[in-house]
């Protein structure tokens, strides 16, 4: 999965999947996921379903609440992933 994740770069299906993965390690519902973040679902829920693209201030909140880089957000890059994150990928 996470040469996957890498190989897609920013391609809007690539974010998605990187922000479900994420998610699923974490175990959150999307609700959870995205209102710990400060993002409502209507915000959140196309950046997942991959209909729209991760904003630059949903990702940095992302940042904040979970330790992704962006890097890895828009990238795939997992070197600056939080341990429990980055071991289940």
């Known amino acids: 999965m996470a040469v996957m994740l890498e190989e897609m770069e920013d391609k809007r299906e690539a974010v998605a ?5 994420v998610r699923e390690i974490l175990r959150l ?3 959870e996921f995205a209102e710990r ?3 409502s679902m209507q915000t959140y829920g196309p ?4 209909t729209r693209d991760l904003s630059l201030q949903s990702a940095k909140r992302l940042r904040k609440t979970y330790g992704l880089s962006l890097e890895f957000l828009y990238f795939g890059m997992t070197d600056d992933l939080p ?3 980055s071991k289940e990928l």
């Not at 999947?17 to 993965?21: E, G, Y």
């Not at 950046?47 to 991959?50: A, K, L, M, V």
Request: hydrophobic share 35%; aromatic share 6%; glycine share 16%.
């Open 29 to 31: 519902e999307k609700k």
């Open 47 to 50: 950046f997942e379903g991959g």
């Open 37 to 39: 973040a400060g993002l």
């Open 83 to 85: 341990t429990r994150i």
């Open 17 to 21: 999947a990187r922000l479900k993965r």
